[in-house]
């Protein structure tokens, strides 16, 4: 555990300095989640008059609506962003490195996936959720904070889980992009993020129970916003506590499957790109 430690602040510590390095790309990535904040506060008055609070259980729209937006880049993260960083290990060569070091390559792709979410709370996400915790200043306690923040980061972690099984894909199958695409979009429809799943169909709720990021969202909510949850409080806790268990299992085998699989009969990215260039 402390070399996993190490791992992610040393991964961390290269993407703040790239970060640093391009700094016009770095303004504008914080300009832009101001930008989003005041696109989403813009639906507010449409919460207002929909009279959704009984549904919900809040007339705290502009943190409800936050707290679900400073999610997207998360998830986006948590799901592609280990598959991101094999394509371009790919396409550079550096797969054959990452693949003859003696750290585990499941370990490796989560840091991946935890130091990108570290930064993206720290430099893109902050704003969302400042923002949102002063609207929600009335509500707010440390107890609420620390279970809230709490099932925010878990079901990030538990998404993670599937992410490192998506970067397995991507290494057995070189190209799934639009698979990709379809899970994101439907994923930030079925969780909640901007219509509550209170006023959506009952299946909608059925579907939305098998992603953890629903129910992460639906508890921070709760305890920060006071906010009615789709499901019982404690069988929130404990989906998402199963998930996390279920699909780090599952990402672990798919992930040691293509590993063995590739130490055996070879990756062949590269050499079938070249090959075909020539």
């Known amino acids: 555990m402390p070399g996993f430690a190490r791992l992610v602040a040393y991964m961390t510590w290269r993407r703040l300095l790239e970060l640093v390095r391009y700094k016009t790309n770095l303004l504008f990535g914080l300009i832009s989640p101001l930008i989003w904040s005041a696109a989403f506060l813009l639906l507010v008055p449409i919460y207002s008059m929909s009279d959704i609070s009984t ?41 054959d490195y990452s693949f003859s070091s003696p750290i585990s390559k ?60 998506f970067s ?20 930030q429809f079925l969780t909640g993020m901007i219509i509550p799943l209170q006023v959506l169909p009952l299946f909608v709720r059925d579907a939305s129970a098998f992603i953890p990021l629903t129910f992460g969202m639906d508890l921070s909510r709760h305890y920060i916003l006071f906010s009615s949850t789709v499901f019982p409080i404690w069988l929130e806790w404990s989906a998402l506590v199963v998930q996390l268990l279920v699909m780090g299992a599952l990402s672990v085998a798919a992930f040691n499957f293509v590993e063995s699989s590739s130490r055996k009969n070879g990756l062949h990215y590269v050499r079938t790109r070249n090959a075909t260039v020539h």
């Open 168 to 187: 397995a894909l991507t290494l057995q199958y070189k190209n799934v992009s639009n698979l990709f695409e379809f899970i994101n979009m439907a994923f």
């Open 55 to 95: 549904s919900i259980g809040t007339t705290n729209y502009g943190a409800y609506l936050l707290l679900g937006l400073s999610m997207i880049s998360l998830q986006s993260i948590a799901l592609w962003d280990g598959a991101n960083n094999f394509n371009w290990e790919l396409t550079t060569g550096l797969i």
């Open 106 to 165: 499941y370990a490796y792709i989560e840091a991946v996936i935890i130091s990108d979410a570290l930064i993206s709370v720290l430099v893109y996400d902050l704003p969302f959720l400042l923002i949102a915790f002063y609207l929600s200043r009335s509500t707010i306690s440390a107890i609420g904070f620390v279970l809230g923040m709490s099932a925010y980061g878990l079901s990030v972690l538990a998404l993670s889980q599937m992410g490192v099984t």
